[in-house]
């Protein structure tokens, strides 16, 4: 299957050249409509609620003041900059503004009310260096600076007392190596951090308890590191091993929810994958839960309110150049 990450300006055109692209559905009329008064689910188990058009994948997924934020992804051929906001109290899609200019391969996070985009990559799949922020009572994006080095994979966020935390897989070059930087708002300004002690290539993470979480994609035949846990605690500067998980995906969706790190769908060795992963910090100790209601990566997922949302991707044997349907969203109770 084409992976959007890997699909270039003229490789995008071939692709475009074999699809047949109908008209955007309107993002506040998607295909199937959930019930909004379904708040209350049984223990470990997915609802469906209600999909967003247009569809998009490598987007990222952000909750601010009771409401989802899809932020920009991968569209047919190239990057948006479409922003769509979802009421979970109403289930309803509502356009936001849009970023300040497209994205793709990103996650966002949440710091004092406010959403913050690191890098990604351009409509032309270049690599980016942009710090964009929203700010969601004036429903306005500012650009703050600059990631002191651009991102060419999905980058890893996370927000530990009041500042952004960012893994980089590799370097714009595209020369392999992980840098880590941390973000101060207070100041508008990078700092170097220690590098966790391997590379995590695909590397999927988040901030869980004060302790930045980051996991190897891939398996273990195609990278020696594959599923390997790091933990970076600020207190120490410093970066511990934890428990590796034995499912390896890549492409997966992180999101810190009750204290435990959660890893959503991805690709596992040929395919996009239904599993769900959680680890607890304080046992060490990763656990299946419910899988997802299909196989799907490039997703995006948030915890609040005591829920996991996952917003999908790319579904099972389907073409990110000639898909046209909603992306799905689903809420997880644990």
């Known amino acids: 299957m084409l992976r959007p990450s890997t699909v270039g300006p003229l490789f995008a055109l071939a692709l475009l050249a074999g699809c047949t692209a109908p008209a955007d559905r309107d993002p506040t009329g998607p295909d199937d409509v959930s019930s909004a008064s379904a708040t209350l689910a049984a223990s470990n188990t997915w609802t469906m609620r209600r999909s967003l058009s247009p569809w998009r994948s490598q987007h990222a997924l952000a909750a601010v003041g009771g409401k989802l934020y899809a932020i920009g992804g991968f569209r047919r051929v190239s990057s948006i900059a479409r922003v769509d906001a979802y009421d979970i109290a109403t289930n309803t899609w509502s356009e936001a503004a849009s970023l300040p200019s497209a994205r793709y391969g990103i996650v966002a996070s949440m710091l004092n009310g406010k959403i913050y985009v690191a890098g990604g990559r351009s409509a032309g799949g270049m690599p980016t260096r942009t710090l964009f922020v929203f700010d969601p009572a004036t429903n306005t994006w500012s650009r703050k600076a600059d990631l002191p080095q651009a991102t060419c994979g999905r980058p890893t966020q996370g927000v530990i007392s ?173």
């Open 162 to 334: 009041g500042k952004l935390y960012v893994y980089v897989g590799c370097y714009a070059s595209q020369v392999s190596g992980g840098v880590f930087f941390r973000y101060d708002p207070a100041t508008n300004g990078w700092t170097r951090r220690p590098a966790p002690p391997v590379d995590h290539v695909g590397g999927m993470g988040e901030a869980v308890g004060g302790r930045f979480y980051l996991v190897s994609g891939f398996s273990q035949s195609s990278h020696p590191n594959g599923g390997r846990l790091d933990a970076y605690d600020p207190a120490t500067n410093a970066w511990t091993v934890r428990a590796p998980i034995s499912t390896i995906p890549s492409n997966s969706a992180a999101a810190a929810l009750g204290g435990k790190l959660y890893l959503a769908g991805g690709h596992h060795i040929e395919f996009e994958t239904d599993t769900l992963m959680a680890y607890d910090p304080m046992m060490n100790k990763w656990t299946a839960r419910a899988s997802l209601p299909t196989p799907v990566e490039y997703g995006a997922a948030v915890g609040v309110n005591g829920r996991l949302y996952y917003l999908a991707g790319i579904e099972y044997m389907q073409s990110p150049c000639c898909f046209f349907g909603p992306s799905r969203l689903w809420a997880y109770t644990p």
